[in-house]
């Protein structure tokens, strides 16, 4: 009852502010039609305001004071009555965006792909052996992985999962832009100034200061990608970076309308995407009659027309597709239960069949019985497959996180521990391979070239893999350097509005 009373108070103040400024505005005079219409549209509302208060006074009264006392039910009904009125009140929804579980399995996945590299750049400097130089020769099938898990990563963190929205950090572009170089950048430079003495004693001893001057600009801007005759300048894997660099400008341009993509749009781009690098492929294999080659066995002289080779394996346009492909995946799986989609129902598809198919083919291709070129392999066949192994294990670390898949495997500390100095990994297997492989370095150091000794090649990779974990330990991790790179990208983009 007195809660009643309270409210009868306030609602009576609130009548009578009302009708005074009723009767205020009554007095103004009008000088126009539009004020009249206005005049009478005031009038209108408060004739409602007013009218609604009445009836809710009314009807609050007539069911409080109707009875002397109160009963026991009758509060009871009345509580009811009150909860059901605020129930019926509809909840706020919230737009915020839904938060995406960690996905360890993909920094596992990139250290395997790494490992296979780095081993497949040396591996003839520790055997003749024919099969295993096949087996580890197909860098350039695997190497499409990278850009496809890049796009992958790059698609989960910057759209939102389960809306057709990109994230609000790719609205400034050039911020965007530079925090992505500035991922990898500060490592690259550090490479690049650590082994200064070895790059530049090699590159002067074959082509003089000149040419070594040009090298060092195209090197160190990353931009070696664009020269098919020199993308491997320098540290040789790192035209991967430069690859990736433009397909990082690309990226927050693309990346909002792919976000607002249906599933059904998103496999039609996959199509296209997958199409467009297929005619290249064709265009070198038709072009030049190589439809059965294998092109890691061959050298520089061996090979049909190096040109046209280097132009399909290096230049950034094709990285480009390859990156956008894996950001059609990832939003693929991060639109399942959107719009009635019935894939969370399901239970997820192990990963292991796609990566047997990855197995087999390498291992076909060894042996002879799929006479298919690396680049037609790697479209048609290998990066199709790794696609839906990547989705599969996302499916499963989401959908399966208490159980024991085969995406848990990935997820084991000591692998994802591997996948996190995997970088450092690939920045520094190129180098020190050259300290001791790459005659004019070696003989000038160790009087020596260590080739022929595979138990070496093992000493090799062991070193290789504690420089890395030193360098992500005293390095990456380093506060001083995490703030230097900070202020940096910083710098850049007020350079860049």
């Given at each position: 009852i007195m809660a009643c009373v309270s409210k009868y108070v306030t609602l009576s103040a609130l009548t009578v502010k009302a009708d005074r400024f009723s009767s205020k505005t009554s007095r103004v005079?009008?000088?126009?039609?539009?004020?009249?219409?206005?005049?009478?549209?005031?009038?209108?509302?408060?004739?409602?305001?007013?009218?609604?208060?009445?009836?809710?006074?009314?009807?609050?009264?007539?069911?409080?004071?109707?009875?002397?006392?109160?009963?026991?039910?009758?509060?009871?009904?009345?509580?009811?009555?009150?909860?059901?009125?605020?129930?019926?009140?509809?909840?706020?929804v919230s737009t915020a965006p839904a938060k995406k579980p960690r996905l360890p399995g993909l920094d596992s996945v990139r250290f395997f792909l790494i490992s296979y590299i780095a081993v497949g750049h040396f591996i003839a400097c520790a055997t003749k052996d024919v099969t295993v130089l096949k087996f580890f020769s197909q860098i350039n099938v695997v190497v499409g992985c990278f850009f496809v898990l890049s796009g992958y990563v790059a698609g989960?963190?910057?759209?939102?999962l389960g809306q057709y929205a990109a994230s609000p950090r790719i609205e400034n572009k050039t911020e965007y832009i530079m925090s992505r170089l500035m991922g990898y950048y500060p490592l690259y430079l550090l490479a690049q100034l650590v082994?200064?003495?070895?790059?530049?004693?090699?590159?002067?001893?074959?082509?003089?200061?000149v040419t070594t001057a040009a090298h060092a600009l195209i090197t160190f801007t990353l931009s070696q990608a664009w020269f098919p005759a020199h993308a491997e300048l320098w540290n040789a894997p790192t035209w991967f970076l430069s690859a990736l660099t433009f397909a990082m400008v690309v990226m927050p341009y693309a990346l909002g309308p792919i976000a607002k993509m249906t599933k059904k749009s998103l496999k039609v781009l996959l199509g296209v995407l997958?199409?467009?690098?297929?005619?290249?492929?064709?265009?070198?294999?038709y072009d030049l009659n190589c439809w059965s080659v294998l092109e890691g066995m061959l050298t520089a002289r061996t090979a049909p027309n190096l040109m046209v080779w280097n132009l399909n394996r290096f230049n950034p346009f094709f990285a480009v597709l390859e990156v956008l492909m894996g950001v059609a995946a990832c939003r693929l799986v991060m639109l399942d239960g959107v719009d009635g989609d019935k894939e969370k129902d399901k239970s997820p598809a192990s990963p292991v069949l796609p990566l047997l198919g990855m197995v087999a083919v390498i291992v076909a291709r060894t042996l002879g019985y799929l006479p298919l070129n690396d680049p037609l392999t790697r479209v048609l066949l290998f990066l199709p497959m790794f696609t839906v192994f990547?989705?599969?294990?996302?499916?499963?670390?989401?959908?399966?996180?208490?159980?024991?898949?085969?995406?848990?495997?990935?997820?084991?500390?000591?692998?994802?521990?591997l996948g996190t100095i995997s970088f450092p990994f690939y920045i520094l297997h190129g180098p020190i391979g050259q300290i001791f492989y790459k005659k004019v370095?070696?003989?000038?150091?160790?009087?020596?070239?260590?080739?022929?000794?595979?138990?070496?090649?093992?000493?090799?990779l062991a070193i290789v893999l504690a420089s890395s974990a030193l360098v992500h330990e005293v390095f990456i991790k380093n506060k001083t350097v995490q703030g230097w790179t900070k202020s940096a990208t910083k710098g850049l983009i007020g350079m860049f509005p």
């Open positions: 005079r009008v000088t126009s039609k539009v004020d009249q219409r206005r005049a009478n549209v005031i009038e209108a509302r408060l004739n409602r305001t007013t009218s609604g208060l009445s009836s809710k006074l009314t009807c609050n009264f007539e069911s409080v004071y109707s009875l002397r006392l109160p009963s026991r039910h009758c509060l009871i009904h009345c509580k009811a009555a009150e909860d059901a009125e605020v129930s019926a009140v509809p909840e706020p989960y963190v910057a759209t939102e082994f200064l003495p070895v790059f530049v004693y090699a590159d002067n001893f074959y082509n003089g200061p997958t199409g467009t690098s297929l005619l290249a492929k064709l265009a070198y294999s990547i989705m599969r294990v996302h499916r499963e670390t989401v959908y399966r996180p208490d159980a024991k898949s085969f995406s848990s495997l990935f997820a084991w500390k000591p692998l994802v521990y370095i070696a003989m000038k150091i160790w009087g020596k070239v260590m080739v022929g000794d595979p138990k070496f090649f093992i000493v090799y």
